[in-house]
């Protein structure tokens, strides 16, 4: 896959995403490289840590995309508040 943007890391969620809640071991069959280069990290911002999603490089060295995301049961209105 081609994840050096933004665009690209949008097609290939798409194309290799889950089809449903239930269909995680089958998005990771599909292509267990993509998702290794996907990390949840725990991020300082503002002095507060905050949970983003981190796209990597293929040799893990450099970040291409870094995107906010609000932990797995989270409310919208607590994430508006972190």
Request: net charge positive.
């Amino acid at each position: 896959e081609d994840l050096n943007d933004a665009e690209g890391l949008k097609a290939a969620l798409l194309k290799l995403g889950p089809r449903g809640e239930e269909d995680w071991e089958a998005a990771w069959d599909r292509n267990p490289q993509f998702w290794n280069r996907l990390q949840v990290q725990h991020l300082r911002v503002e002095n507060r840590r905050k949970w983003f999603v981190v796209v990597r490089t293929v040799d893990g060295v450099h970040r291409l995309l870094v995107l906010k995301v609000p932990p797995r049961g989270v409310t919208c209105g607590k994430a508006r508040e972190e």
